[in-house]
């Protein structure tokens, strides 16, 4: 793997081809418009600058590539420029597992090829492929670039700063918000008794009713011509 380009450089671009010839050419065009570049010759080795990797299981073909932040670059790569043919992962094979991580699929991805062929070129960009170059690339082919890294880069800021945002206002509502008071169970309320005193009123009044309906109450006695009343 080698670094090439100035420190200053606005963009870092990540180039991989197996041919030398052909990552040489676009490593000394990439330089002499001013970007800072990352040159490798497999796709492997790109997908581990990235810090992206996969689990040794690979019995599952669906399986979506995760990125590992110990082994992340501490370096942006604001581009990634690949051939198709290559042994091993070929450059469609790494546009995909790029595209399919949540982290790095926001990159721009132009492929290069020597053949021509209307399919391969469809396919690409329905995957995701920002241009496919004919190789031998020229340095006209680079002045494209620019605008996909731009448009990436305003875009990541806009994120950034909405991200700034969002998060005051979350620790705002959270200091707002009263703490919870602890549910409690409703309990029956005790229905309250009556006084004795209060029962003794109706009790004597009971007591009086039967007394003045008593038949000795009211039968009279004879007793040698006196009435008397018991």
Avoid: W
Avoid at 138 to 145: G, H, Q, V
Avoid at 171 to 193: L, N
Avoid at 197 to 203: A, F, G, S
Avoid at 213 to 221: E, G, H, I, Q, Y
Wanted: proline share 8%; glycine share 4%.
């Amino acid at each position: 793997m080698a670094i090439t380009g100035e420190s200053h450089s606005q963009f870092h671009v990540l180039a991989v081809d197996d041919s030398i010839i052909d990552r040489k050419l676009i490593e000394r065009l990439l330089k002499t418009s001013s970007y800072q570049v990352t040159a490798v010759d497999s796709g492997s080795k790109a997908l581990k600058f990235l810090g992206l990797h996969e689990e040794d299981d690979h019995s599952n073909p669906d399986r979506v590539p995760s990125v590992s932040p110990n082994d992340h670059q501490e370096v942006e790569v604001n581009l990634i420029i690949t051939g198709y043919c290559m042994p091993g992962m070929t450059g469609y094979d790494l546009l995909k597992k790029v595209k399919e991580s949540s982290s790095l699929r926001n990159i721009p991805v132009v492929i290069m090829s020597s053949e021509n062929v209307p399919a391969r070129i469809t396919r690409c960009l329905e995957e995701g492929a920002e241009e496919f170059f004919l190789k031998p690339v020229r340095l006209a082919d680079l002045n494209r670039l620019k605008p996909h890294m731009m448009k990436t880069k305003i875009k990541n800021e806009k994120l950034g700063d909405q991200e700034k945002l969002e998060k005051p206002e979350i620790q705002s509502e959270q200091q707002q918000q009263p703490p919870s008071q602890p549910q409690t169970e409703s309990q029956p309320q005790p229905q309250p008794q009556q006084s004795p005193l209060l029962q003794q009123p109706n009790n004597n009044k009971r007591k009086t009713m039967e007394e003045g309906l008593s038949p000795d109450r009211t039968r009279r006695r004879y007793n040698g011509g006196i009435t008397t009343m018991v």
